[in-house]
């Protein structure tokens, strides 16, 4: 089988056994397909993980792909700081190719303000979605609602396990962890106690 990131819809076609535009119309829910057709080729996109190319399909049809980045106040976080200088980047660059790109902040220890936001990101419409998820619960009531309407979206720092984004973006806990601790071991001695919080 072919790389997953190089796969093409042609190639989608040709391994159900169906036309190009059945694929295009299967993806993008449009037209009449028929049961069978259709479930042939739900099969391979579940297999393959076959993803539409958001950009590519923007810059074709001169539709201005507009994405939203939700994450804390920078303001209240020199971490969250330095991540938003990168998104401020990216709008920079990304300008050029009818990309919008939207940050939207909340209050990194209020979830009632983190829902009023995610109210304000769903009015906005938008073809994509980075989101920080802080707040648990709140951030599986967005993981739904973005579902429903099939917008993807891709998670930042933290990894919500069973979520449908697309990717996560950031370390790897459990190994940035025990990393941590085995040199916090190292450099201590027999009489030294080192406590572990854990902040929530």
């Known amino acids: 089988m072919k790389n997953q990131k190089n796969i093409r819809i042609k190639d989608i076609a040709k391994m159900a056994g169906v036309s190009v535009g059945t694929v295009d119309r299967v993806i993008h ?10 479930k042939k080729v739900e099969k391979i996109l579940n297999q393959t993980g076959y993803q539409p190319n958001l950009l590519a399909r923007t810059l ?5 792909l507009r994405l939203v980045a939700l994450t804390p106040d920078p303001e209240q976080d020199e971490y969250w700081a330095l991540s ?27 979830s009632n303000e983190f829902s009023k936001t995610v109210a304000e990101v769903m009015t ?3 073809d994509g979605v980075l989101i920080a998820p802080i707040f648990f619960r ?6 739904k609602a973005l579902k429903k309407l ?11 396990a069973n979520s449908s984004s697309m990717c996560f973006i950031g370390q790897d ?5 025990r990393v941590a601790a085995e040199l916090l071991d190292l450099g201590k001695s027999d009489k030294n106690k080192i406590a572990i919080l854990h902040l929530l």
């Open 138 to 143: 709140e951030s599986e009531e967005l993981f």
């Open 84 to 110: 938003y200088s990168g998104i401020e980047q990216a709008v920079g660059e990304w300008s050029q190719y009818s990309v919008e790109i939207i940050p939207k902040h909340f209050d990194l220890y209020n």
């Open 60 to 64: 074709g049809s001169n539709k201005t």
């Open 29 to 38: 829910r449009r037209g009449r397909v028929s049961e069978e057709a259709r």
């Open 173 to 177: 806990l459990y190994q940035s962890g």
């Open 124 to 126: 906005l419409e938008p």
């Open 150 to 160: 099939s917008i993807p979206y891709v998670l930042f720092n933290t990894k919500i």
